[in-house]
């Protein structure tokens, strides 16, 4: 494998079982000089996830994303992990050679695993920092065509605002850590790309995705070894027999079946607001008029007297937009009607690019 950071090219053989061809000991040399060289977060980010990697244990530790409260640790075996690589590999006709780029935060899987897919796979890895518009560091830094990359929704919706013609140096994209907005989905339909772009599901427990679909299609579906079922509350059930044998990984995302191993995310069960005794998905009501709204928004809710919660409408503008209301009420219920619409500056982000859901409600309800 052939790694491309900043100004250099190190190239560490790789083979099978955890992938290496020279001795830990001689690895750990290079890895620990590189990351005494490394000049910012997101190389020392990297190396410290490979030096992890190359050591003596049989798993790593991998960090959840927080998008629903405080982060926690879990352990990953390191064969599960080269399993989940593989398939992924397998699926997108992923060959020894081809240019695999990542631009995001080795703290969290998703890029973890895209480092492994390039091991495992004896690609060409490319590294920029994890920006917001990671595109135009890849273009200035390195002349090449990039066979396969992952982003975050937000580094899409930056780099179709900056330059959506440019994306096409890119043949396959997959996005995770977040539905991609149906305006941002229809606005590169539009522009007629020759990048295939699919969306992900999946979360660290299951080490990365375990189910895709393309950005044009409505439902997602299971990738081979995995079973997805539903519980008495709507929420999906996971088995995956090549990565995770005998075991059942229950998720707090409520899901719609369509079909064997097929389904639509509805939302999280923990996100479920109960306004005046009736629950209300604020993800399923965003799906309902995502349509209707070009810029960034949440649903979400504030404390109310009467209601207990009201819903509320969070949008990130600097400006107050009167019109939002009038554009989806035909869409929604009188019980789903937002109470209050409220215009934030700026969303609050976590580390990994999604939008903070707690941080942005609470400096809204504060503008209340």
């Known amino acids: 494998m052939k790694i491309h950071i900043e100004e250099q090219i190190i190239e560490i053989p790789m083979a099978e ?10 690895l750990f040399k290079i890895v620990r000089m590189q990351k005494a060289m490394a000049n910012s977060d997101y190389e020392i980010s990297f190396w410290s996830f490979i030096e992890e990697w190359v050591n003596d244990k049989e798993f790593i530790i991998a960090q959840t994303s927080g998008s629903t ?22 699926f997108f006709d992923l060959k020894s050679g081809m240019n695999v780029w990542l631009c995001m935060d080795c703290k969290y899987i998703g890029a973890k695993l895209m480092v492994i897919r390039a091991l495992v796979g004896n690609m060409n890895l490319y590294i920029t920092a994890t920006t917001k518009e990671p595109l135009q560091k890849l273009i200035e830094q390195y002349s090449c065509r990039i066979d396969f990359a992952a982003m975050v929704p937000m580094q899409l919706h930056h780099i179709a605002i900056e330059n ?57 579906k ?60 604020p993800e399923a009501l965003e799906e309902k008029i995502k349509h209707l709204v070009s810029i960034p928004f949440i ?46 500056e700026h969303f609050d982000y976590l580390e990994n690019l999604k939008i903070d859901r707690m941080k942005t409600r609470l400096k809204a309800i504060a503008r209340l």
């Open 299 to 344: 649903i979400s809710s504030a404390p109310d007297e009467v209601l207990g919660n009201k819903i509320i409408f969070i949008y990130e503008s600097n400006t107050i937009d009167h019109q939002i209301a009038e554009r989806i009420k035909s869409s929604l219920s009188k019980y789903e009607m937002p109470k209050e619409f409220i215009p934030l």
């Open 164 to 220: 959506i013609e440019s994306l096409q140096i890119i043949q396959t994209l997959i996005i995770g850590g977040g539905t991609l907005p149906h305006a941002l989905a229809k606005f590169i339909q539009t522009k007629d790309i020759s990048t295939k772009i699919y969306e992900t599901y999946g979360m660290t427990e299951t080490i990365s995705h375990i189910a895709v679909k393309k950005m044009e299609e409505p439902y997602f």
């Open 222 to 281: 299971a990738l081979p070894g995995v079973e997805i079922r539903q519980d008495e509350e709507g929420c999906a059930l996971i088995e995956d027999s090549i990565l995770f044998e005998n075991q059942m990984i229950q998720t707090h995302d409520i899901i719609e079946l369509h079909g064997p191993n097929t389904f639509k995310i509805i939302g999280r069960i923990d996100n479920i607001i109960n306004s005046g005794g009736i629950k209300i998905s």
């Open 69 to 90: 409260g405080t982060p926690w640790e879990i352990q990953l075996k390191k064969t599960a992990v080269i399993a989940s690589a593989k398939r992924t590999n397998a």
């Open 17 to 26: 079982g955890l992938g290496m061809e020279i001795s830990n000991n001689a």
